[in-house]
Nanobody, 126 residues
Framework: QVQLVESGGGLVQAGGSLRLSCAAS????????MSWFRQAPGKERDFVAA????????YYADSMKGRFTISRDNAKNTVYLQMSSLKPDDTAVYYC???????????????????WGQGTQVTVTS
């Protein structure tokens, strides 16, 4: 089992920035592709970004490119999501998820993931 704990969410004004963290424990972190999803009120959970096991290959949902940056530190068993130029539409609960194996196109599907964090709330005010 992999345990995931997100942190770093909060209240921010439009145009501001936040960095989310997700700390993993329980298994070899570098065995897992790591991803971020988000779920806005009344909506489905959407893919945000993923990063390969080595951390060399990020992959983003088209709408996130240019504003969000995913990274990981395998020595710290942590994955990050740096968010900038935030908009009210970015308001959501942000979840990290772990997928055993390489980064493949299926990473955009939440059904592929076995391990999820509890989520961290991000609220962007106008």
């Amino acid at each position: 089992q992999v345990q995931l704990v997100e942190s770093g969410g909060g209240l921010v004004q439009a145009g501001g920035s936040l960095r989310l963290s997700c700390a993993a424990s329980g298994r070899t972190f570098s065995d897992y592709t790591m991803s971020w999803f988000r779920q806005a009120p009344g909506k489905e959970r959407d893919f945000v970004a993923a990063i390969s096991r080595s951390g060399t290959r990020p992959y983003y949902a088209d709408s996130m490119k240019g504003r969000f940056t995913i990274s990981r530190d395998n020595a710290k068993n942590t994955v990050y999501l740096q968010m900038s130029s935030l908009k009210p539409d970015d308001t959501a609960v942000y979840y990290c998820a772990a997928l055993a194996g390489p980064l493949v196109p299926a990473v955009v599907a939440e059904s592929e993931y076995e391990h999820w964090g509890q989520g961290t709330q991000v609220t962007v005010t106008s």
